[in-house]
Every structure is written in structure tokens, then in C-alpha cells.
């Protein structure tokens, strides 16, 4: 499958950093492009996959640093976990997009996303994933439940086995939920994008000259005037995402971005009243780096959905 080119932006980022949402992904990709010879069914309470006569279910499996996957199953060419295989289980809820933030956040630079189409569901695909710590070559599949945990795959290799990755998808395109019917699609929605890009592109056309003028320098009176307009900006930006109407599965990610467009307001509005106070300002800026940076996990959230940023 094809994944374009992405530039990509700091979670953690110091306060002059800005990020923009500016397309979209679209269209679909396929798992595998031929499914394995069934030999054998995995079945648990949440899926069922088909798996070939090589493959061995193995114990435990092995632990991918971060992602807390709960009642994991394994599978392994020959049951020797060690090298390669496939973990699946689900994710705790509660996160706002597919991938926990702890997760994404540990990560150098966010992963390849596209939208693939399983046997009788979709999933997002995160390819090229690096993860401190974790020697391997990673695939994910992410397949979102709003009602409830998602269920993820997870397709891994050592260098000297990366030949197995191909049968790895080959047996996550044969996945079925059981008692989940995907009434919903997972691609991106090319208005929504459009209207989302316009809000994020309209606050960050004043985000960052304004973030750069609040250095240290600065006097308190100009601090004060600049943190009041960009309590403004984040505050107009709020009340226009409130005006979108966002797919099923991008609810989560839009909730979390208003709330924190909401607490960056009110952080920036606390520095406006503090500009005069070196100990309550130095608070008050601790409080807009961390606004701040919600921000942009939020952002996060939808690139992991498959709308692009740059």
C-alpha cells in the first residue's frame, strides 16, 4: 500500500512549537493480498482468526513496551515467539484515538497511518512504528469499538525474520469480531478535514509569531497583551469546532481537542493576569506549556485517525 510522504511535530514540544492539520488520507488498502491456507481457528471471545498449519499458538507472548494489551493471545511461526509473531488482545478504553497517548508520546515521530479493509472490518494500520527500547520491526492494527475496547494486532519481527511479517498480515486480514457489527467507516471524511484544517490553520496563523514575541524579554505589559489575544484565538477556535459534525469514530479525538483548546484559553488568560508577578507567571507559563502540549497530543489523535499534518 502506498503511504505519502509526513512531516512530523513534537509531542512534547517547547512552547514555540505549531502544528497544523492540512489534508487527509483517503481511500482504502488491503491487509494481505492472499489470506494463509486455513489449517487451524484461533477463537476467543472477542475474535477469530485463521492461521496456518506452521503457525503454533504460544503462551504469553512478547510484552511491547507501552502498550498495555489486555488478555493478550500469541501466535508464532513454529511457536518460536522470540523472533516473530502475532500478539492481539484489546486496549483499555477511555483513550480519545486509537492508540494510548502514553504509547504515541514515547515514540520519536508518529507512525505511518492508513485505513486497510479486513475480511469483514476496516482497522488502522501503523507501519514503520519505533519504539525506545524495542528492537524489532513493528505493525500495528487498530480496529475501534466506540462502544467499547478496541481490539489491536500486533505483527512483529527481528531483523534476520522480517519474512514473516508478510504471513503476520496475512493472518490479520482474516479477522472477525464477534458480536461487533463495523457499521461505521474508518476513512477519513474529505469536508470534515477541509473544516478542521481551516480552524487549526486559522489559530495557528497567530499561534506561533504571538508564542515567539513571549520570550523572556518581553515586558510584562506586552506578556499580558499577547497572552489575552491568544486566550482570544484558542477561544474562537473552541467555538468553531463545537459548529463540526465529526464521524463516530473521530468523536473522541474532536471532544478531546475542544477541551483542550478550552484549558489552553484559560492558561492563557492566566498569564495575562499574572504577567506582573514573576513567581505566579512562571506558574502561570508552566501551566500554558502543558495546555499547550495537550494541544497538540490531541492533534496526534487525528493524525492517528488518517488526517494528515504538516
Same mark, same amino acid.
Given at each position: 500500500?502506498?503511504?505519502?510522504?509526513?512531516?512530523?511535530?513534537?509531542?512534547?514540544?517547547?512552547? =514555540?512549537?505549531?502544528?497544523?492539520?492540512?489534508? +487527509?488520507?483517503? *481511500?482504502?488498502?488491503?491487509?494481505?493480498?492472499? %489470506?494463509?491456507?486455513?489449517?487451524?481457528?484461533?477463537?476467543?471471545?472477542?475474535?477469530?482468526?485463521?492461521?496456518?498449519?506452521?503457525?503454533?499458538?504460544?503462551?504469553?507472548?512478547?510484552?511491547?513496551?507501552?502498550?498495555?494489551?489486555?488478555?493478550?493471545?500469541?501466535?508464532?511461526?513454529?511457536?518460536?515467539?522470540?523472533?516473530?509473531?502475532?500478539?492481539? *488482545?484489546?486496549?483499555? *478504553?477511555?483513550?480519545?484515538?486509537?492508540?494510548?497517548?502514553?504509547?504515541? $508520546?514515547?515514540?520519536?515521530?508518529?507512525?505511518?497511518?492508513?485505513?486497510?479493509?479486513?475480511?469483514?472490518?476496516?482497522?488502522?494500520?501503523?507501519?514503520?512504528?519505533?519504539?525506545?527500547?524495542?528492537?524489532?520491526?513493528?505493525?500495528?492494527?487498530?480496529?475501534?469499538?466506540?462502544?467499547?475496547?478496541?481490539?489491536?494486532?500486533?505483527?512483529?519481527?527481528?531483523?534476520?525474520?522480517?519474512?514473516?511479517?508478510?504471513?503476520?498480515?496475512?493472518?490479520?486480514?482474516?479477522?472477525?469480531?464477534?458480536?461487533? $457489527?463495523?457499521?461505521?467507516?474508518?476513512?477519513?471524511?474529505?469536508?470534515? $478535514?477541509?473544516?478542521?484544517?481551516?480552524?487549526?490553520?486559522?489559530?495557528?496563523?497567530?499561534? =506561533?509569531?504571538?508564542?515567539?514575541?513571549?520570550?523572556?524579554?518581553?515586558?510584562?505589559?506586552?506578556?499580558?497583551?499577547?497572552?489575552?489575544?491568544?486566550? %482570544?484565538? +484558542?477561544?474562537?477556535?473552541?467555538?468553531?469546532?463545537? @459548529?463540526?459534525?465529526?464521524?463516530?469514530?473521530?468523536?473522541?479525538?474532536?471532544?478531546?481537542?475542544?477541551?483542550?483548546?478550552?484549558?489552553?484559553?484559560?492558561?492563557?488568560?492566566?498569564?495575562? @493576569?499574572?504577567?506582573? %508577578?514573576?513567581?505566579?507567571?512562571?506558574?502561570?507559563?508552566?501551566?500554558?506549556?502543558?495546555?499547550?502540549?495537550?494541544?497538540?497530543?490531541?492533534?496526534?489523535?487525528?493524525? =492517528? =485517525?488518517?488526517?494528515?499534518?504538516?
Amino acid at each position: 500500500m502506498r503511504i505519502p510522504n509526513r512531516r512530523y511535530f513534537t509531542l512534547a514540544a517547547p512552547i =514555540l512549537a505549531a502544528v497544523a492539520i492540512v489534508g +487527509f488520507l483517503i *481511500g482504502h488498502a488491503h491487509a494481505g493480498s492472499a %489470506s494463509p491456507v486455513k489449517a487451524r481457528t484461533l477463537s476467543t471471545s472477542r475474535f477469530l482468526l485463521d492461521y496456518p498449519a506452521s503457525w503454533r499458538r504460544v503462551a504469553g507472548g512478547p510484552v511491547i513496551p507501552g502498550l498495555p494489551i489486555v488478555h493478550p493471545v500469541a501466535l508464532a511461526p513454529h511457536g518460536e515467539a522470540a523472533h516473530a509473531g502475532l500478539v492481539a *488482545g484489546q486496549l483499555a *478504553g477511555g483513550e480519545a484515538g486509537p492508540l494510548p497517548r502514553s504509547f504515541v $508520546a514515547s515514540m520519536p515521530r508518529l507512525p505511518a497511518t492508513a485505513v486497510v479493509d479486513l475480511l469483514e472490518v476496516q482497522a488502522y494500520r501503523y507501519a514503520q512504528l519505533e519504539i525506545p527500547g524495542y528492537g524489532q520491526s513493528l505493525t500495528l492494527y487498530a480496529i475501534p469499538n466506540p462502544a467499547g475496547n478496541e481490539t489491536v494486532l500486533a505483527c512483529y519481527a527481528a531483523a534476520a525474520f522480517a519474512d514473516q511479517l508478510r504471513p503476520c498480515d496475512q493472518i490479520v486480514a482474516t479477522v472477525t469480531l464477534a458480536g461487533q $457489527a463495523q457499521s461505521y467507516d474508518l476513512t477519513p471524511e474529505p469536508a470534515y $478535514a477541509r473544516e478542521l484544517s481551516s480552524s487549526i490553520a486559522g489559530l495557528n496563523g497567530q499561534r =506561533l509569531d504571538l508564542r515567539r514575541m513571549l520570550g523572556s524579554q518581553a515586558s510584562a505589559a506586552t506578556v499580558a497583551a499577547l497572552a489575552r489575544r491568544l486566550a %482570544s484565538k +484558542f477561544a474562537d477556535t473552541a467555538a468553531g469546532l463545537s @459548529t463540526l459534525e465529526p464521524s463516530l469514530v473521530a468523536r473522541g479525538a474532536q471532544a478531546a481537542l475542544s477541551k483542550a483548546m478550552v484549558e489552553a484559553r484559560r492558561a492563557y488568560t492566566a498569564l495575562a @493576569t499574572t504577567a506582573g %508577578s514573576p513567581s505566579r507567571s512562571q506558574r502561570a507559563r508552566k501551566r500554558v506549556y502543558e495546555a499547550e502540549a495537550d494541544v497538540n497530543a490531541a492533534l496526534a489523535d487525528f493524525s =492517528l =485517525l488518517g488526517y494528515d499534518h504538516a
